[in-house]
């Protein structure tokens, strides 16, 4: 008999016009994973890699050992992150779509992400993000009129008009320069946690890619590099099932969990409740325990849904069924905490609407204050010279001589707006 | 002073900077405990200890990326790239995020890495151990590109290089390790004792990056040229009794406008050589930029002696690399060019 190969093509359960279906998805009950100690040996703890720790279950209450027993006022707090998170991308893609920014990449459905993370970390920890965690910046302090200086490229711009929109960075705040392309910061996550263990400090460092991105070359580089080297550091994959159009199958999710990439390597991996922000920041502060006291890499996927389109440029309706994001059974980070927090006794749904009023206000000040520094049309615009600065730390003089002739050019043709034509 | 070949130069160089600058880690395949297949990092993991000279796994992409993290974090690492011919994987890491993380992060985050790699031929290494891929980085923003000719500038240069906040490629023409080579295989090999250049200071100096060096003055052609084919100019210009000015470029970015120009203006005639293949290779930069600079003194049209436009061959070695045949037919073909 003749042998036959088969090519087999990943197919998504549900493309549009079909029924949204979740059953690749396998799912915990909240609370049914064990919390092991954190010198636990990797071969003990695979399950962790292939259940999915949960905290919040279906009537919103916290459950089970990795309950972090957090204070209900930090939980409203974290709440209100989430939900400035949120406010904030909602304006921005209103701006992007009034034509007033050139782009905008939202979070939606991801924030428990950025704020349960960034809470389980240290200030000095240093975060190599992804382009969707502006929530980290928010958390660690930056102004969101800064965030909105940059995304106009205007005279208060922290990149000086050099980034697409959202490409942040801040060096006071330990977060890293976000790249735009894909998968690179986590091999150099690595090598900043792999310095802070030749310094003798205990800062770890924590990096984010998608699932699409785990393809990537850097991907496996970084895991090896944090395996052989035991680098103080946490690996995020944040599964929220789309590459753009591509489902999470495509980039190898269909037969094993993302978290259990690391376990060849002797990682442990968490996959966790990305719409659970009690499991999110338990998982990473056990993570980071473990590699502040020298236990080494975790490997985290988040298991979340990526509710908008991919960018302003994307269309998700092309690809996925319209009501998908309703029907993930994981839910919304912000309704989930929500609900919790009511059947707490500790919110309501009037201080709630109450919140999205401020949290709007707040959004429409920092906008109006914004752009005060300039705008994409209106003045004051940036010198494009400055595009010449940062280029070396001692530069050749060839790039003095291009900044004049550029310069020359620029100033003959009468249009004073700088260059921004 | 002490008498080193450009491996002990290099070795040198590292272990001078190491031993100022705790910061100083290396990290590459086979530099820790072997002290690299060339033996440039012999005795540092011994000296300098294992957190400071680390074995690395093969994952070119891997090390120069954990490399950025560490120059994020304060360090100044040197990475080994153990072939230039296996740079590729890294050069993602590379181009968009060492050369530019300072630019597009307004100088908030920068970090200072050097990536030695052996470069070029005559060692009959084949297509994926002779390449000399200088100009794909000069060609980038934000890295600079060194390549010394012979141990002293070698020590000096790498030193320099690695005190740099900027990202630095630092080739190394692994033909000329033990001792220079005029581009003639029948002859027996020469030890660097025998040069000028092989006389290192043991201590720390520099040679400043961006600075070419006349290594022969003449009057009748200039040759502009680096690594390897500086000591094969040389020797062609020597057989055949011409009077050339030989430039060893050293630093091809940034490039040494000044002293090349002026030396061309002088001589009327200019001649590019490289080991590199020629179409779109760093010798058509060097060609823009004198004629531009020295277009009404120039009395030839500008040649250029380059590898092949094929890749590297095993077997015809000799007759795909510029040695002191081609080069002494290309110094007479300018040299009767009216």
């Keep these: 008999m003749a042998y036959k190969s088969r090519l087999h093509i990943p197919r998504a359960a549900a493309r549009p016009g079909e029924k949204p279906d979740f059953s690749y998805l396998q799912l915990s009950p909240a609370g049914a994973l064990d919390k092991p100690s954190i010198d636990a040996r990797t071969q003990d703890i695979e399950y962790l890699s292939t259940g999915l720790v949960r905290v919040l279950d279906e009537d919103h209450e916290a459950k089970g050992p990795w309950h972090p027993n957090l204070d209900l006022d930090k939980l409203q707090v974290a709440l209100r992150w989430m939900m400035l998170n949120r406010t904030f991308d909602q304006r921005m893609w209103q701006i992007q779509r009034q034509g007033r920014i050139s782009f905008y990449m939202e979070a939606r459905g991801e924030e428990a992400v950025s704020i349960g993370q960034g809470m389980a970390l240290r200030a000095g920890d240093m975060c190599f993000p992804s382009y969707r965690n502006q929530g980290l910046y928010m958390y660690r302090g930056v102004k969101l009129v800064d965030m909105m200086c940059q995304c106009l490229s205007n005279t208060r711009d922290m990149c000086k008009g050099r980034q697409l929109p959202i490409m942040y960075h801040t060096k006071s705040g330990n977060i890293f320069s976000i790249s735009g392309n894909l998968g690179t910061q986590y091999p150099q996550a690595v090598g900043w946690a792999m310095a802070s263990a030749i310094k003798g400090e205990d800062h770890i460092a924590a990096s984010w890619v998608g699932d699409g991105s785990t393809a990537e070359a850097d991907f496996h580089y970084a895991l090896t590099f944090a395996a052989v080297y035991q680098a103080p550091v946490i690996l995020n994959v944040v599964n929220n099932q789309w590459a753009i159009s591509t489902f999470q199958g495509t980039a190898g999710g269909e037969r094993r969990p993302f978290a259990a990439r690391g376990l060849g390597l002797g990682i442990p991996g968490i996959r966790v409740d990305g719409n659970d922000l009690l499991a999110v920041y338990s998982v990473t502060l056990w993570a980071a325990d473990r590699a502040r006291r020298g236990g080494g890499p975790t490997l985290i996927e988040l298991v979340t849904y990526r509710a908008g389109a991919h960018s302003t440029s994307d269309d998700p309706s092309k690809y996925r069924p319209k009501d998908d994001a309703a029907a993930f059974p994981l839910g919304d980070p912000i309704e989930r905490l929500k609900q919790h927090l009511i059947a707490e006794g500790h919110w309501s749904e009037a201080k709630h609407a109450a919140l999205e009023e401020e949290l709007k206000s707040e959004v429409t000040a920092a906008w109006k204050e914004a752009q005060k520094y300039g705008t994409m049309t209106e003045g004051p615009f940036l010198d494009p010279a400055t595009m010449f600065d940062d280029v070396y730390a001692d530069p050749p003089l060839r790039l003095e001589s291009q900044r004049r002739r550029m310069q020359e050019i620029w100033s003959n043709n009468g249009n004073g707006n700088g260059g921004g034509s | ?338």
């Design chain 2, 1 to 338: 002073m002490a008498q080193m070949n450009m491996i002990e130069a290099i070795r040198s160089a590292h272990d001078v900077v190491m031993d100022r600058d705790p910061n100083v880690v290396v990290i590459g395949e086979d530099v820790g405990f072997f002290g690299g297949v060339f033996r440039c990092t012999d005795g540092l993991q011994r000296k300098y200890g294992q957190h400071r000279v680390i074995d690395a796994p093969i994952a070119e992409g891997g090390i120069i990326g954990a490399a950025i993290g560490m120059g994020v974090n304060g360090l100044r690492p040197v990475a080994e790239i153990q072939f230039a011919d296996y740079i590729y994987p890294g050069f993602d890491q590379i181009a968009s995020e060492l050369a530019r993380l300072r630019h597009r992060s307004c100088g908030e985050f920068f970090s200072p890495v050097t990536i030695r790699t052996p470069c070029g031929g005559g060692i009959r290494g084949g297509q994926t151990h002779s390449q000399s891929p200088e100009a794909i980085f000069t060609h980038v923003s934000g890295i600079k590109v060194v390549m010394p000719s012979n141990p002293y500038d070698a020590k000096g240069l790498l030193i320099a290089s690695i005190e740099s906040d900027d990202p630095i490629i630092f080739f190394e023409p692994k033909r000329i390790y033990n001792g220079p080579f005029d581009g003639d295989p029948e002859k027996p090999a020469v030890p660097w004792s025998s040069h000028p250049k092989g006389e290192v200071p043991e201590g720390y100096y520099t040679v400043p990056i961006g600075e070419a060096e006349i290594v022969a003055a003449g009057d009748e052609i200039t040759v502009v040229t680096y690594g390897t084919l500086v000591h094969v100019a040389q020797a062609a210009a020597i057989a055949l009794g011409v009077d050339a000015e030989v430039i060893d470029v050293r630093s091809m970015s940034p490039l040494d406008v000044k002293t090349i120009a002026t030396s061309v203006n002088k001589t009327g005639r200019c001649l590019i050589a490289h080991e590199a293949t020629r179409f779109g290779g760093y010798g058509a930069e060097l060609a823009a930029t004198i004629q531009k600079e020295c277009f009404y003194h120039l009395e030839a049209p500008i040649g250029r002696v380059a590898g092949w436009d094929t890749p590297y061959p095993h077997a015809f070695e000799w007759q795909y690399f510029p040695g002191k045949k081609r080069m002494m037919a290309g110094i007479r073909r300018v040299l009767e060019a009216e």
